[in-house]
């Protein structure tokens, strides 16, 4: 018999470096999960992708159980890396924080199609440049 879900924990934490500090020790510890089994799995399991942000699906069961799964990283997360930005800008639309190229686009869109509700590489692409927009991202 299938174990019953008792609910669903979304974390997005950095990837090979995750500790019991919030948010994973309240999000986790309200549920009575072992906490360091938790931070010690993510970081085995996203340790060659450090430097990123990674979230995660936590799926907690009533036995006090849980199963995991990592996604992608952000696409905010993913245009700032390629652009090197600490932040998006302060305000979209006044203030320009970087330039992305119509390449840079593509290659985003690639990256995170297994994640996004879409499997047309044209509506990815424009998934990426509305994230980018709303980050004060100009599109060349």
Known sequence: MAKKIKTVIKLNLPAGEATPAPPVGPALGQHGLPIMDFVRAYNEKTADLKGDIIPAVITVYEDRTFSFITKLP???????????????GATPGRESAGVLTKQQVEEIAKQKMADLNTQDLESAKRIVEGTARSMGIKIS
């Open 74 to 88: 952000p696409v905010a997360a993913l245009i700032k890396k390629i652009l090197s930005l600490e932040k998006g």
